[in-house]
Every structure is written in C-alpha cells, then in structure tokens.
DNA sequence: AAGTACGCCAACCGCTGTGTT
DNA sequence: CAACACAGCGGTTGGCGTACT
C-alpha cells in the first residue's frame, strides 16, 4: 500500500509520539526559518527530530506557524464558520482559509463543541414535540368522546353536567393549543437557540451561534471584520472549484457585508462578487 | 474537600489527492 | 500510464483543566 511507503512507514521507525517538548518546537522553528515550509520528510534528518515529518506538519502548522491567533472563536468568526459551513460542510481547511489566524483543526473542534450542543438542544426539541403530539392526541380523544356523549339521551342535571365538563376540558385544549402556538413560534426558546434578535441585545445570549438556526444564516448576512484577509486570499476560481456540488447547486445568493463597510462582497452560487 | 462529568484542544490515524519519475 | 513519495484533509482519541454535585 502506498500510505504504507510513506507515512505508515515512516512510523514504524520508531518515530517519538504524544506532546511536543519546547525543545523540540525550538527545532521545528529553526529548521523551518532555514529550509522553509516543506519537505517535512526530511526533517528528522535536518533538524535532529525523532519526529514523522507527518507529525511535524501538523505541529507547524497548528501550533508554531507565524501569525496564528490565539484565544477563543470571536462571534464574527462564528457566524462566518457557521455560514460557510452551510455552504460547503466539513471542508474545514477551505473554511480555515477565510478566518486568518485560525487552523482547520480549531474550526473542526469548534464546530464539534457546536455541534453537540446543538444535538443536545434538538433532543430537548424532539421530547417537546413528542409532550406537544402527546396532548394532542388526548385532547382528540376527549373531543371524541364529548361527541359520544352528547349523541347519547340523559337527564337534565348530567347533561349540564357534561356541558360544564366539555366547556371545562375545551377551555383546558384551548390553553394547551396556545401553548402549543408560543412554543412553535420559538421553538428552541429552552435551549437558548433560534431566539429573537432583541435578547442579543438584551444579552440574554452570547453568541451569533444562539441565533441562527439550522441553516446557519441569519437574514442571509455575513460579518467579517477582516477585509484585509478578504481581498488577499480569496480566490474566485479555488472557491468555485471548492464548492460541493449542493453549494454550486444553490441559486440564491449569500451577500456578505463587512463591518466597517469599506468592501462588500458576495457570494453566489459558491463564487463571490465584489 | 473529593469525586465525577464535561468541554476543550493537541495530536494521531487513515485515507485521498497531487506531483514526480 | 503506472508506481511511488509526499502533502493535506477530515475523523477520532486521549489528556488536561474546570465546573458541578
């Protein structure tokens, strides 16, 4: 096999594994600064590492690259990871290239993070659906039944009786059906998700995550404070070649808007337009 | 204060894509 | 054109720190 010959091969030297030491990142950097990105095969050779040069890619360009950020995912980058994520799914270094600073493997476990709350939060969803048909379907068998018995002959005081009874449990489906309408109007208001706009601003949520929804788009906009990164890296020919085939599919276009308003441009049918 | 659950992140693994011979 | 070597990508895992009980 292939893999077998180069990497897999590599390893079976007996190539060191787990964390790095600072030493060992002190050599990465001056060999890197020497010879450059690249030829990471050769390396262990040139460098002194008892690395794979597999492993001291990934160390590079995760972790001693120049330029990288450091700390959490900032909203604006959220919704940007969120948005392009819609648009082209797990291509986590395609999304990496539009969020300087940022690494496919802290995009990959961002969204991981992201994503299990979300499937936390649809759970929920799926339990109060479950609760809301619950109701229903009793509510649809008390009405049957209050038709039962209205058909059936009685006396005076039990048919004022079950007419009390029947305004009683029609009042109480009535309330349940409103109920049922606040919760499918805000239908993940318990998990925090899907919420209006105002309790951003009220602060009642953190983040651009906590108002998007499945889609990931909130009212088809992007924010991107880093024009500069923008303009440099985007290439129109690699981010329609990038695109999946749904994206290219899409007629809709996505227009994106920077925040200090000196550029704007758009994407469409996964290309984009200054 | 101790134990447990959870989240985050660095690193590994296997596979695929690409360039070279 | 085929084989090989390397580079890159995405999924997964394990360890560590922190919050919670």
Redesign the pocket.
Known sequence: ???M???????QQGW?????TPEEDKLLNEYVNLYG?????CVAKCAGLN?S???C???W???LRPGLKR???TPQEEGIIIELHALWG?????I?RYLPGR????I???W???F??KE?CTQKQEKRKAQILLAKQQQQLQEDQNLKIRATPQSEASQGENINMTTDHEAQARQENNMDLISSSYPNLEGDQYCLPALMNQGSVGSWADILGEEGLYMGRLWNLDDEHVNGRMDRNTSLSQCNKSAMQNQAAVTAFSSGGDHSYTFYNGGYIF
């Open positions: 096999m292939v893999t010959m180069g990497w897999g091969f590599a390893e060191r594994k787990g964390p790095w990105e690249g030829r990471w095969s690395r040069g597999k492993s890619r990934l160390r360009v995760n972790y700390g959490h995912i797990n291509k986590w270094s395609t990496a690494t496919d493997n802290e990959k476990n961002f991981r993070t992201h299990k709350k936390k």
